[in-house]
């Protein structure tokens, strides 16, 4: 089995507790149109990061802040589409990312749409807010991702199973540290989490300043016997950095007997799973005695004779495969005179992270959508990944170098110029911008050397037509026909075999020839 378990033991050590600062990060009140500190901690409005969609406001009273306003997405003819918050984060820094959903009837219908959540090229899930929202409750989606640019975008998804607009309450990037979930490579994967529990707990969730990072953890109980004692375990020590608040609860049992515990609640998809579980042990058991004890997880061997000490512990696996529900049995080792123990768990769903488009095609997209007045309202996010959120009218190629090939945007009501960034889209074949309010230049194409089809037809373009174009050895079709174009028309384009070329009507070109200039 492709899993890696570690164990570490720390000594205990008296760090002084002192009042920690709010985790850092960004903080986005999705809708909102100012600024807000709510419980010590800087919310901003979601204006900066996102051109997309409307701002709303919720007409339900007594409801928290962040939930009162959200953005709502147009569902449009349900072909996928994406919707991005484009936020500036640290490059290669490591992030909570937190969505917080609550629909309160903002479309009009009882129940909430269902959509997906996008981060960079990576689908991390489907928001389905409906058991949730029955409840009177809110949603969250929490994940960790590396940041492998100076920019992370986080997109709402238009699917086939999406049925009214799509909208998002709040959005969250904060900093962890480096140790956090270290032994995930980042570079490959995301963590997608499932359930983050405190056992035997029955308060609030506990969250910053209890946890520096502002994690959720949530209260679990079930039969198991609970004990609850301050224990002043030094979290610090710990990898992940559990609140030490989370080691005053346990579900325990008695001596004998295993302990059974079936965590996390909900049935699992089969895939691979990030699990750690937490345990710290009294610090009153006698003297000469011990709390050891095997784990198993779904009748699996996850770690065998754990040594509980008061000091605490954390056993983890990085990718351990569950699906349905999951069993988690404390077993206790022959001679172990008092019983097993756990404290806090955490499981992440291991995302295989998708590619991203080359950086230069990006770029050059980015540049082109900023020579445009009105750019299409999806572009935002990666143009090619996920395959099925490609922004609207671009394709790209397959395989790990993945290049835009195609750009169809005619008839698309696009005003605006083309800007010459467009010939850094060097793997381009075709290229349609007909039937548009385009003006300016047409630019130099030249570098374009895949390029068959060329519609720049029905717009206002001005200037000449380069001789340039008449370069590129692919060129099979080329429309320029209805544009205020004027100069010649090149020679090697007028006698270029094989290519199919329209210039009028429209335009204004002059054909001097020679022998009528006198
Ligand atoms: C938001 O800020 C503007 C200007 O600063 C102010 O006029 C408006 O009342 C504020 N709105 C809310 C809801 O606080
Ligand atoms: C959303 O969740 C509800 C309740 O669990 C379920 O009935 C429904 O089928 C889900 N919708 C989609 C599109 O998955
Ligand atoms: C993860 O963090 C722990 C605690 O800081 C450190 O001891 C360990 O070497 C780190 N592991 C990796 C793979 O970076
Ligand atoms: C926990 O620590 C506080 C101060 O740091 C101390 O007053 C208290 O007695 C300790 N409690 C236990 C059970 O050790
Ligand atoms: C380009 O997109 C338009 C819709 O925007 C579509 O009608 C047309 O068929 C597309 N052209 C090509 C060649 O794919
Ligand atoms: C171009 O702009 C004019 C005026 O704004 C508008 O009437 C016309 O429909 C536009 N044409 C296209 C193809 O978008
Ligand atoms: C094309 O890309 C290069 C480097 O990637 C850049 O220096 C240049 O400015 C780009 N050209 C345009 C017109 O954007
Ligand atoms: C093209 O049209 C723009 C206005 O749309 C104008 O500023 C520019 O001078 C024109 N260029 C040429 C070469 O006619």
Redesign the pocket.
Known sequence: MSFLSLL?FFSLNSTALSQPSPPKGTLIDCGATNASVIEGQQWLPDTDYISAGVPKTLTIPNILPILSTVRSFPLGDGTPRKFCYVVPVFRNGKYLIRTTYYYGGINGRDSPPVFDQIVDGTIWSVVNTTDDYARGLSSYYEGVFVARGKMMSLCIGVNSYTDSDPFISALEFVIL????Y??TDFTKYGLSLVSRSNFGYGGSIIKFPDDPFDRYWEPFGDSNPIIQSTRNVSASDF?NLPPSKVFDTELTTDQAKPMELQWPLVSLPKSFYYISLYFAGDRDISVGSSRIFDIHVNGIEYYRNLNVTPAGVVVFATRWPLSGLTKITLTPAAGSDVGPLINAGEVFNVLLLGGRTITRDVIALERLKNSLQNPPADWNGDPCIPRQYSWAGVKCSKGIRIRVVSLNLSNMGLSGSISPSIANLTALTKIWLGNNNLTGPIPDLSSLKWLETLHLENNQLNGTIPPSLGDIGSLRELFIQNNYLTGEVPNNLKRKPGLNLKISPGNRFSFATPSSRT
């Open positions: 570490f540290g480096d140790s956090l270290n032994s990898w």
